[in-house]
């Protein structure tokens, strides 16, 4: 998710050593970096939709043709938690323009309040963005081992079986955490950004 909210630009350097004859670039500047940011923001939340709305029709198929009930129960499980991953993006991570009016100091409070909130978004992918699947890829993943273990050859090869799902929930459970990692790190750079902001403002008094 969040690799694309990561430092691209070392803030500080932009603005070291400018006098308080500058300002004016230095606004533009940082109009720019908050348009920047938008952008970026922008494209991953989309990124983020097509991924939930992937997620909702792929599963949806699942439901209609399948019909025991455990695997149908978990896919609709699975579609709530992207509905309310979804949803919680749009009311928490959405892109906000910075008004064009904004004076310097007004214009660089944005945009550290905009990296701030998207700094704990991230930090809270746990929560909002995870969690919300787990009940639904594991009652899946208990449904679609019963319905295997429940064919007639299945008690021929049932070590091979449990194998292959506990294999796939141990990848499930990688994925997961690789992700929050991921989102954990991107947090991290946000906060070196918003350390950048705040240094910027000390030279600017």
Known sequence: MDNEVRNDIDITNVWKNQGMEMTEISLEGIRQKA??????????????????????ASFGYVILVSHPALIRAGCGLVIAGALYMMYMLRMKGSARTAPAELAFRTCVDFHRQELQ?????????????????????????????????EQPNAPA??????????????????????????????????????DALEELEKESR
Not at 35 to 56: D, P, Q
Not at 118 to 132: A, K, T
Not at 173 to 187: S, T
């Open 35 to 56: 348009r920047k940011f938008e952008t970026r923001i922008f494209w991953r939340n989309l990124r983020e939709y097509v991924a939930g709305a992937i997620v909702v």
């Open 117 to 149: 909130r998207q700094r704990d978004l991230l930090r809270g992918v746990w929560s909002w963005y995870l969690l919300p699947f787990v009940p639904g890829m594991a009652i899946f993943l208990i449904g679609l081992f019963k319905n295997t273990m």
């Open 157 to 194: 090869h049932a070590g091979i079986i449990v194998a292959a799902f506990a294999i796939s929930g141990l990848v499930c459970a990688a994925v997961f955490v690789g992700v929050g990692m991921l989102n954990q790190w991107g947090a991290r750079q946000l906060q070196r950004e918003i």
